[in-house]
């Protein structure tokens, strides 16, 4: 075998780069770490390294008809590649089988193919034959999304794991927004390295090891991976985005990430946030949402969460312009009140059943029972509201 180190311009495009031998040590150190996935109830938990599990996947996939096209790193795991300590720890190990799915019944399929293959991964000694796929789906499955309509075909199964990080499954026909900011718009495509675990007996070195290919969807890896270094925040048509990447820029902001060019973001700050009062226009989506965002990328990070809505709370308050001024109060509430049940779950106040903080009403209350503040008071972790007396 030829020294597979060995690089040229033809295989980069603007769009994409070949990885470095630092970056490939980091990539195979993900792809080989033992990941528990955590059963529901009295199942096992499960020791799944990636390599092992996507190769089982492809190849079974294939066995059944389906064609994969590549297999990809994608998300924050493919940025903890490509830069190491960056100001974000890696969560959910996100991977990407492009496909073709050209009907409904692929989709069947590819579940019915890796709820199978975490047969394999069950320890020795438990009876696999009494095991079905709605018993495997329930114990082992975090999450199940099927998306089919004209512009999108993709499905994402994601295994439990109470660290958060999940690993995830995405089958990709077409979709029409891949990322939400440059930083995370890396996909680090697996082939050469899954190939090389298959039929190479030498482990692999500096010197010797298989070519490797990032590819930023942003459209220019050197910006990206330049925004990347520098902790900058870039993106294009946040309009396209679901929820307008708010979400996404504040916890970019928390982590000490800085817009490219503060004045631009301004206006984009509120394309984010119509684009998000548009996707979710009632308080109780918003609060599902917001709840669901932060129990999903603050695992470890607990003590992130307060700073993290008192940034989205100055960012909607300062960029919303699509709302009426009650349904804007109303946001704004929702975002202090999480922010101070956080704090009591932190055990942040010392003594929470004492704390006093004062809260304006809304003017549509006319409640000759409530002054011109209520008393926020906090009963163990659950913020009640009373009238001052």
Known sequence: MANMAETSS?????????????????????????????????????????????????????????????????????????????????????????????????????KDVVLGTLLDFLPEGVN??????????????????????????????????????????????????????????????????LSYYDFSENPMSRLFHPTVVGESVYGDFAAALHHLRNKLI???????????????????????????????????????????????????????????????HFVGEERSKYDYLMILRRVVNESTVCLMGHERRQTLNLISLTAFRVLAEQNAIPDASSVTCYYQPAPYVRDLNFSNYYVASCNQSIPTWLPCN
């Open 234 to 296: 870039a993106t294009t048509r946040p309009e396209e985005i679901r929820g307008g990447g708010l979400l996404k820029y504040c916890n970019l902001l928390v982590r000490d990430f800085r817009p490219t060019d503060q004045d631009e973001f301004k206006a984009l700050e509120r394309y984010m946030c119509s684009r998000f009062f548009i996707d979710f226009p009632d308080i109780v989506e918003q609060q599902r949402k917001l709840d669901a965002y932060l129990q999903s």
């Open 10 to 110: 033809s295989g980069e495009s603007e769009s994409c780069s070949v990885l470095t031998w630092d970056q490939v040590s980091r990539l195979n150190e993900v792809l080989t770490e033992a990941v528990p996935v955590h059963g529901r109830g009295n199942f096992p938990t499960l020791e799944v390294r990636l390599k092992d599990i996507v190769r089982l996947v492809r190849n079974r996939l294939e066995q059944r008809g389906i064609k994969v096209k590549d297999v990809r790193l994608n998300g924050s795991t493919a940025s903890h590649v490509l830069v190491k300590d960056v100001g974000w720890s890696y969560k959910d190990l996100d991977v990407i089988f492009r496909v073709d799915l050209p009907q409904e019944v692929q989709f069947q399929l590819i």
């Open 128 to 193: 696999k034959e009494k095991i079905g796929a709605v018993t495997l789906k329930e114990a082992y499955v975090q999450k199940l999304v099927k998306v089919y309509t004209e512009q999108d075909r993709w499905s994402l199964i994601s295994l439990s794991n109470n660290d958060g990080r999940n690993v995830e499954l995405k089958f990709v026909d077409s979709i029409r927004r891949q990322f939400e900011f440059s930083v995370d718009s890396f996909q680090i495509i697996l082939d050469s390295l």
